[in-house]
Nanobody, 124 residues
Framework: VQLQASGGGLVQAGGSLTLSCAASGDIVSYYSLGWFRQAPGKEREFVAVISGGSGGVRNHADSVKGRFAISRDTAKNTVTLEMNSLKPEDTAVYYC?????????????????WGKGTQVTVSS
């Protein structure tokens, strides 16, 4: 399984960015695909996830609800994180990850596969 995240960059507060995660094979259809982030000196934290299968159940961290939205394109094997109304506290390295299960709560330690991160910097 290979995951490749892209789309990070520098944006002003209130702006928007869209992250994309390209997955190998057709795991987007079968695995839960999610985004985590890690700011300097902090633990890696859950941001959003979308389940595999036909349901495409979504879950977003409280800190990003109403601002971020995760989606998937099973034909293209990609998962996208649309980020709006960005805040300086959203600054972090964002990672795409995959899990064979869909969980009630999400922790980095539970994820099966990781991609390299992409830096998101929000200036005030």
């Amino acid at each position: 399984v290979q995951l490749q995240a892209s789309g990070g960059g520098l944006v002003q507060a209130g702006g928007s960015l869209t992250l994309s995660c390209a997955a190998s094979g057709d795991i987007v259809s079968y695995y839960s695909l999610g985004w985590f982030r890690q700011a300097p000196g902090k633990e890696r934290e859950f941001v959003a996830v979308i389940s595999g299968g036909s349901g495409g159940v979504r879950n977003h961290a409280d800190s990003v609800k109403g601002r971020f939205a995760i989606s998937r394109d099973t034909a293209k094997n990609t998962v996208t994180l649309e980020m709006n109304s960005l805040k300086p506290e959203d600054t972090a390295v964002y990672y795409c990850a995959a899990d064979r299960y869909y969980r009630k709560r999400w922790f980095a330690r539970d994820m099966d596969h990781w991609g390299k991160g992409t830096q998101v910097t929000v200036s005030s």
